[in-house]
C-alpha cells in the first residue's frame, strides 16, 4: 500500500496567549488526490499551509510529507525539503521581473544544483506542456495573469515535487484567466499530481477537488468527497 503524501497527526500550533490557529488537526492526503481547504478567514488555512511546507512548527503534532517528519527540520533541512518535495504557486505568482520566463522556471533547478542541460531539457518540456512555450524569452510583465501563473505552475513543477501546494492560486485573476488555472490544476490532478489548495474559490475547489475540508477555528469541521471524484 503506498504511503500518504501528507499525514498530519494530532497537529495544533499556538501563538502567544490566543486561541489556537490550529487544534488537534489529523490529516491524511494520498497520492494523486487533489484536495482543497476552505474556510474563513482565521480559520487556520495559511497555518496549515505553512506547516505543510516547513515555513512554520507545530506546537504540539507531527507534520510528515512524502515520508519526512517535516516538524523536525531544522532551517537548511527544511530549504533543501521546499526544493526537492513541494511545489508552491502562490496568489500573486512571486515571479522575478527581471528574469525571463525560461530562467524563472529554471531557478528551483539551479538552487537543488541539477545540470545545467538536464534543466533546460525539463523546463523546455514543461513550458511546451503547459502551452506556454512561445513565451520562453518574455519577461513576466509582459504577460497576462493566467500566463504568469501558467509560469509559476512550471517553476513549481520543476523539480518533479510529490506535492503542489496552490495558495489562492486564482485570487488575483479575472474570470477568464481563473478558469484558465481551473483547466489547468484539473489536468496536472489527471495526469496524477498530488495537490493541497487554499481557496476561497468555490468553482475551483469543485472543479479540481476530489475531496474538499474545511476548517473553523483552526478545526476541521468537515471533509468531504466531491463531483470531482466521478470526473
Not at 515555513?55 to 530549504?79: I, M
Request: with cysteine; proline share 5%; glycine share 10%.
Amino acid at each position: 500500500m503506498p504511503q500518504p503524501v501528507i499525514d498530519i497527526r494530532g497537529t495544533s500550533r499556538t501563538y502567544g496567549e490566543g486561541p489556537p490557529a490550529l487544534a488537534d488537526v489529523n490529516l491524511t492526503v494520498w497520492p494523486g488526490e487533489s484536495v482543497a481547504v476552505l474556510g474563513p478567514s482565521g480559520s487556520g488555512k495559511s497555518t496549515l499551509l505553512n506547516l505543510i511546507a516547513g515555513l512554520d512548527r507545530p506546537s504540539a503534532g507531527s507534520v510528515t510529507v512524502d515520508g519526512l517528519r517535516v516538524d523536525r527540520l531544522g532551517e537548511a533541512g527544511s530549504a533543501k525539503y521546499r526544493r526537492a518535495r513541494i511545489g508552491m504557486v502562490f496568489q500573486f505568482f512571486n515571479l522575478l521581473d527581471d528574469l525571463t520566463v525560461t530562467d524563472n522556471v529554471l531557478l528551483p533547478a539551479r538552487l537543488a544544483g541539477v545540470p545545467r542541460a538536464e534543466a533546460r531539457r525539463r523546463a523546455a518540456e514543461l513550458l511546451a506542456h503547459l502551452g506556454i512555450d512561445r513565451h520562453t524569452a518574455a519577461y513576466p510583465g509582459t504577460l497576462s495573469g493566467g500566463e504568469r501563473q501558467r509560469v509559476a505552475v512550471a517553476r513549481a513543477l520543476m523539480n518533479r515535487p510529490a506535492l503542489l501546494l496552490a495558495d489562492e492560486p486564482t485570487g488575483a485573476l479575472d474570470t477568464a484567466s481563473g478558469d484558465d488555472v481551473r483547466e489547468l490544476l484539473t489536468g496536472l490532478n489527471a495526469d496524477g499530481q498530488t495537490i493541497l489548495l487554499v481557496t476561497h474559490d468555490l468553482r475551483l475547489a469543485e472543479a479540481c477537488a476530489s475531496r474538499t475540508i474545511e476548517l473553523v477555528d483552526g478545526r476541521i469541521v468537515r471533509d468531504t468527497a466531491t463531483a470531482a471524484v466521478a470526473r
